[in-house]
């Protein structure tokens, strides 16, 4: 893809790579730490605790392959957790299993952002997979040049998506942390651990966030520049 040997193109984004790469190396550490230490539940046994407190007893656990592949399904109803997060019985494991029944307790509540941000999901998914195509053929192909507009249109809504997805995933560890508590499933003293864990994958949606809407501003500043 042409953009990687443009020199500008990596100006842009090098401050959300740098980010991502701190914050991947962040969240290795945090969750390494926390694995050593003990809960008194496993993760599965921690999100039932949770969601059945809240009278979600209709939303099913259900343990799924793969390492940190955890997550809250709203069109099902279903809290999905990998083997080590669904059976282990650590700090680490119940933080994250704790941060995806937020979301189910996000979904239960009509949490604005998230509505907005399931809402966006399709929009962002094509925009994802279709956007970078659309833009390559409006750059070389001068008839098409149209294209470079709508691909750009396109990638704003992963944009969108990726902004809103910011206060979603926030509030999803507020209330990890705060049933953690409340519940007794994670003495306070303790807590420090689970921080760490969440405010770390936090720092990764940043990052995230930051390269999409960096990659959006060089794809508006190339189109400004082909219209000269």
């Not at 864990?197 to 936090?202: C, M, Q, R, S």
């Amino acid at each position: 893809m042409m953009m990687w040997w443009d020199s500008t193109y990596l100006l842009f984004i090098a401050p959300a790579l740098i980010l991502g790469l701190w914050a991947q190396m962040r969240i290795k550490a945090t969750y390494a730490a926390a694995q050593k230490m003990a809960a008194p539940l496993s993760g599965a046994a921690a999100a039932r605790h949770i969601l059945d407190s809240a009278g979600l007893q209709s939303v099913d656990i259900e343990q799924i392959p793969g390492r940190l592949s955890d997550h809250y399904d709203p069109r099902h109803k279903i809290l999905r957790l990998s083997p080590e997060v669904y059976q282990s019985r650590s700090l680490a494991a119940v933080g994250i299993a704790a941060h995806e029944a937020g979301h189910a307790l996000q979904d239960a509540k009509a949490y604005v952002p998230l509505v907005i941000r399931n809402a966006a999901v399709p929009a962002a998914s094509f925009g994802s997979n279709a956007s970078i195509f659309l833009i390559l053929i409006g750059m070389f192909v001068e008839a098409l040049h149209f294209l470079f507009l709508f691909g750009i249109l396109l990638f704003a809504c992963v944009v969108f998506f990726q902004v809103v997805n910011l206060p979603v995933e926030f509030n999803a560890s507020r209330r990890a942390k705060a049933q953690l508590v409340g519940l007794g499933i994670v003495p306070q003293q303790e807590m420090t651990y689970v921080n760490k864990v969440l405010n770390a994958a936090a720092w990764t949606y940043v990052a995230g966030t930051l390269q999409a809407i960096m990659i959006l501003l060089y794809y508006i500043m190339r189109y400004a520049g082909s219209r000269d």
